[in-house]
């Protein structure tokens, strides 16, 4: 009976315990929204934020991580610098597009017209683009190889490429690659840097507004490295259909599915595309 009593008394002194802390809780965060008021700051921004990340059908991993920055975001004050990058995360991410989706042309007729409509003569370019669509429709898969467009300068190959857009019925978008040595500018800066912003696949992404846009990249033949980086490798993983379902930003440091996009590469010559990168085009 000693023993029970005992058991009693410390059972009985957590539970007064953990309700002083909850009490001593509700007391602090009632003094901080009072606070917050007197501010001018009472949190507005914060619901609002909560609002737009459960009303946006983000990936579930994806959506708890937002929640979590949006409970820091309420937790700080409006001139604290860490408000701005969070909130500049949240911007950024509530402006990709996770699920809008185009649907495309589904006669071959049509995109056969618009082609025809766009550029005269090219006959053989033509049929092999007509050859390349067919296939994507009858397999409703993008994991295929990649059309290169060769050619000097001046011949229409980015204007093609805008055709192939139409013909479809998909937004355009387009990323030069010549003179690109920084591989950040391929995979983002991490957030841990001052004016970090997500790559450039990511910002085109943003642009189109659809999961599934014809991204053109341009002039991938004059892609180079240097000691920040092998913007040619950090590539592969664009182009790879094995693997561009789970690219990975470095400033959203979540996977994002660009399986869906069609994408088409420009070069002046076959012979300084590096050999990974070549080993994706079809033939």
């Given at each position: 009976?000693?023993?029970?009593?005992?058991?009693?008394?410390?059972?009985?002194?957590?539970?007064?315990?953990?309700?002083?802390?909850?009490?001593?809780e509700?007391?602090?965060?009632?003094?901080?929204?009072?606070?917050?008021?007197?501010?001018?700051?009472?949190?507005?921004?914060?619901?609002?934020?909560?609002?737009?990340?459960?009303?946006?059908?983000?990936?579930?991993?994806?959506?708890?991580?937002?929640?979590?920055?949006?409970?820091?975001?309420?937790?700080?004050?409006?001139?604290?610098?860490?408000?701005?990058?969070?909130?500049?995360?949240?911007?950024?991410?509530?402006?990709?597009?996770?699920?809008?989706?185009?649907?495309?042309?589904e006669?071959?007729?049509?995109?056969?017209?618009?082609?025809?409509?766009?550029?005269?003569?090219?006959?053989?370019?033509?049929?092999?683009?007509?050859?390349?669509?067919?296939?994507?429709?009858l397999?409703?898969?993008m994991?295929?190889?990649?059309?290169?467009?060769?050619?000097?300068?001046?011949?229409?190959?980015?204007?093609?490429?805008?055709?192939?857009?139409?013909?479809?019925?998909?937004?355009?978008?387009?990323?030069?690659?010549?003179?690109?040595?920084?591989?950040?500018?391929?995979?983002?800066?991490?957030?841990?840097?001052?004016?970090?912003?997500?790559?450039?696949?990511?910002?085109?992404?943003?642009?189109?507004?659809?999961?599934?846009p014809?991204?053109?990249?341009?002039?991938?033949?004059?892609?180079?490295?240097?000691?920040?980086?092998?913007?040619?490798?950090?590539?592969?993983?664009?182009?790879?259909?094995?693997?561009?379902?789970?690219?990975?930003?470095?400033?959203?440091?979540?996977?994002?599915?660009?399986?869906?996009?069609?994408?088409?590469?420009?070069?002046?010559?076959?012979?300084?595309?590096?050999?990974?990168?070549?080993?994706?085009?079809?033939?």
């Amino acid at each position: 009976e000693l023993e029970i009593s005992k058991l009693e008394k410390k059972i009985s002194a957590s539970v007064r315990q953990s309700i002083d802390k909850s009490q001593k809780e509700y007391y602090l965060r009632e003094q901080l929204k009072a606070i917050h008021t007197e501010l001018g700051d009472n949190g507005k921004e914060e619901d609002e934020y909560r609002a737009k990340v459960l009303s946006a059908n983000l990936p579930k991993d994806l959506e708890e991580k937002c929640l979590k920055e949006v409970d820091r975001l309420g937790k700080m004050q409006n001139s604290a610098p860490e408000y701005t990058v969070i909130a500049n995360y949240l911007d950024q991410v509530l402006a990709l597009p996770w699920t809008t989706e185009t649907v495309d042309t589904e006669s071959l007729d049509e995109c056969e017209r618009v082609l025809e409509a766009d550029h005269f003569g090219l006959e053989k370019i033509k049929e092999r683009i007509l050859e390349y669509l067919a296939v994507l429709k009858l397999t409703g898969s993008m994991k295929a190889p990649i059309l290169c467009l060769v050619g000097p300068p001046g011949v229409g190959k980015t204007s093609i490429a805008q055709s192939i857009a139409r013909a479809l019925g998909r937004k355009f978008v387009r990323m030069s690659l010549g003179g690109v040595r920084d591989e950040a500018e391929i995979r983002g800066h991490r957030r841990t840097y001052i004016g970090a912003m997500p790559g450039r696949i990511i910002y085109a992404m943003k642009n189109a507004g659809t999961i599934n846009p014809v991204f053109l990249l341009d002039e991938i033949d004059k892609i180079s490295s240097d000691m920040r980086g092998d913007p040619a490798s950090a590539s592969l993983e664009v182009l790879d259909p094995e693997q561009n379902s789970t690219f990975r930003d470095r400033y959203l440091e979540v996977e994002y599915d660009l399986s869906k996009v069609l994408f088409l590469t420009t070069a002046n010559s076959l012979e300084s595309i590096p050999a990974p990168i070549h080993s994706r085009f079809g033939r």
